[in-house]
């Protein structure tokens, strides 16, 4: 019902900033929140950040300070801006969709922290 494209990856020298974000499609009313993941390469996939449909937002203590989740509801996207990005920070994000019963899911897009 809900479709996710990811974008805004690429390359960032260490301390630097990138804003991802995520367009979402089809019955978006059905959305009750978004969520940011990332993957690392040989990690699991982790949870990054939650913005609600009231607004609320949460995060991972390892981006707290940094990141920011911010959804903006006539353009029906989310965001999530990145800043003094870290080597560690290198990861396939993962923009998700919380919807009664189970989740939607995006292709990913490529962060890589490096100078």
């Known amino acids: 019902q809900v479709q996710l494209v990811e974008s805004g990856g690429g390359l960032v020298q260490p301390g630097g900033s990138l804003r991802l974000s995520c367009a979402a499609s089809?019955?978006?009313?059905?959305?009750?929140?978004m969520d940011w993941y990332r993957q690392a390469p040989g990690k699991q996939r982790d949870w990054v950040a939650t913005?609600?449909?009231?607004?609320?937002?949460n995060y991972a203590d390892s981006v707290k300070g940094r990141f920011t989740i911010s959804r903006d509801n006539a353009g029906s996207t989310v965001y999530l801006q990145m800043n003094s990005l870290k080597p560690e920070d290198t990861a396939v994000y993962y923009c998700?969709?919380?919807?009664?019963?189970?989740?939607?899911w995006g292709q990913g897009t490529q962060v890589t922290v490096s100078s």
């Open positions: 998700s969709a919380v919807l009664l019963g189970y989740r939607a």
């Open positions: 913005i609600t449909s009231g607004g609320s937002t």
């Open positions: 089809g019955i978006i009313r059905a959305i009750n929140a």
